[in-house]
């Protein structure tokens, strides 16, 4: 049995999964998930959602079933709720709103990741919508205050599967804890999520904070090696190598090996004796690389 017609047994017990009620209600499932989850009548555990006690008052429960195991259903009644009524399901929504669902991504994350995908391209004068952008819905919109361009999208746009894996992709929101027994799927978690250390461009990384600064790098659209040699007749690898400028990054994480921590030494001398750019990016500094790599590069005249 496929969604659909999973949907259609619950509606026939009066009984809707969360995405025949998004359904009923005409909103997003994702955006009803979040709501939920806003309103306290549901909460993560691992990569599932399970009912809090509020929701349970709401008249949630859980369904069982052989093919889908234990997953949350509602009452019909619940579309007449004044709280779920009052969910706005035509506004629309911006790279800034979007990060209510992607809290670990900042606005400039999304708008590129959005651009990669071929929705938009980055100009002097903001964010230009591409042909495809316009094909899901769209609409290029300028700020009353700088006259900078930047785009808008129907509210469904978290719900495209493809945007959604590559936006979860590239937050730690799919490394969870073990669902809880019994935890109902997250319908929104994609089964085909890359591992924590590949990149979005296919490097195959030592770290969760190299997958950070390749991804940075890669959707910032700047071309970059990664364990490159640094010009030594000893051979010394740098993590990543930014050609544009001529810029060696190296990242340090909170626990370095001894061993790993004397070549990391051996190679910030080497960096220092050949008068070689460089730049360190330290564990504290994953949540802030725009400022860190941002600034470092712009210093070494590399706009981004």
Same mark, same amino acid.
Request: net charge negative; proline share 5%; aromatic share 8%.
């Given at each position: 049995?496929?969604?659909?017609?999973? !949907?259609?047994?619950?509606?026939?017990?009066?009984?809707? #999964?969360?995405?025949?009620?998004?359904?009923?209600?005409?909103?997003?499932?994702?955006?009803?998930?979040?709501?939920?989850?806003?309103?306290?009548?549901?909460?993560?555990?691992?990569?599932?959602?399970?009912?809090?006690?509020?929701?349970?008052?709401?008249?949630?429960?859980?369904?069982?079933?052989?093919?889908?195991?234990?997953?949350?259903?509602?009452?019909?009644?619940?579309?007449?709720?004044?709280?779920?009524?009052?969910?706005?399901? $035509?506004?629309?929504? $911006?790279?800034?709103?979007?990060?209510?669902?992607?809290?670990?991504?900042?606005?400039?994350?999304?708008?590129?990741?959005?651009?990669?995908?071929?929705?938009?391209?980055? /100009?002097?004068?903001?964010?230009?919508?591409?042909?495809?952008?316009?094909?899901?819905?769209?609409?290029?919109?300028?700020?009353?205050?700088?006259?900078?361009?930047?785009?808008?999208?129907?509210?469904?746009?978290?719900?495209?599967?493809?945007?959604?894996?590559?936006?979860?992709?590239? /937050?730690?929101?799919?490394?969870?804890?073990?669902?809880?027994?019994?935890?109902?799927?997250?319908?929104?978690?994609? /089964?085909?999520?890359? #591992?924590?250390?590949?990149?979005?461009?296919?490097?195959?990384?030592?770290?969760?904070?190299?997958?950070?600064?390749? $991804?940075?790098?890669?959707?910032?659209?700047?071309?970059?090696?990664?364990?490159?040699?640094?010009?030594?007749?000893?051979?010394?690898?740098? !993590?990543?190598?930014?050609?544009?400028?001529?810029?060696?990054?190296?990242?340090? !994480?909170?626990?370095?090996?001894?061993?790993?921590?004397?070549?990391?030494?051996?190679?910030?001398?080497?960096?220092? #004796?050949?008068?070689?750019?460089?730049?360190?990016? $330290?564990?504290?500094?994953?949540?802030?690389?725009?400022?860190?790599?941002?600034?470092?590069?712009?210093?070494?005249?590399?706009?981004?």
């Amino acid at each position: 049995m496929n969604e659909g017609a999973r !949907d259609g047994v619950e509606q026939e017990e009066g009984r809707l #999964s969360t995405t025949a009620l998004a359904r009923k209600l005409n909103i997003p499932a994702q955006q009803l998930f979040t709501t939920l989850r806003d309103y306290g009548w549901i909460e993560r555990s691992g990569e599932s959602w399970i009912l809090t006690p509020k929701g349970e008052f709401e008249g949630g429960t859980y369904h069982q079933t052989r093919r889908y195991g234990r997953y949350i259903v509602w009452p019909e009644s619940l579309i007449h709720h004044p709280l779920l009524a009052a969910i706005e399901s $035509n506004q629309r929504i $911006n790279a800034a709103s979007m990060r209510r669902y992607y809290p670990l991504l900042h606005a400039r994350q999304i708008n590129r990741a959005l651009a990669e995908l071929g929705l938009q391209r980055h /100009s002097i004068i903001g964010w230009e919508l591409t042909e495809r952008g316009k094909a899901l819905g769209g609409l290029q919109e300028e700020s009353d205050n700088s006259g900078a361009f930047y785009v808008t999208w129907p509210h469904e746009i978290i719900d495209n599967p493809v945007i959604h894996r590559e936006l979860t992709r590239q /937050s730690d929101q799919s490394q969870q804890l073990a669902p809880a027994p019994g935890a109902e799927p997250d319908l929104f978690t994609s /089964s085909a999520a890359a #591992s924590p250390c590949i990149g979005v461009d296919g490097h195959k990384l030592g770290s969760p904070l190299e997958v950070r600064v390749c $991804n940075w790098l890669y959707l910032a659209q700047l071309a970059h090696a990664y364990q490159r040699a640094l010009p030594t007749e000893e051979l010394v690898l740098a !993590d990543f190598y930014v050609p544009e400028g001529n810029v060696y990054i190296d990242c340090w !994480d909170a626990d370095i090996p001894a061993r790993a921590l004397s070549g990391k030494l051996h190679k910030r001398e080497l960096y220092r #004796s050949l008068k070689l750019r460089h730049i360190e990016i $330290n564990a504290a500094d994953a949540e802030r690389l725009d400022e860190v790599l941002g600034r470092g590069l712009l210093a070494f005249g590399i706009r981004c």
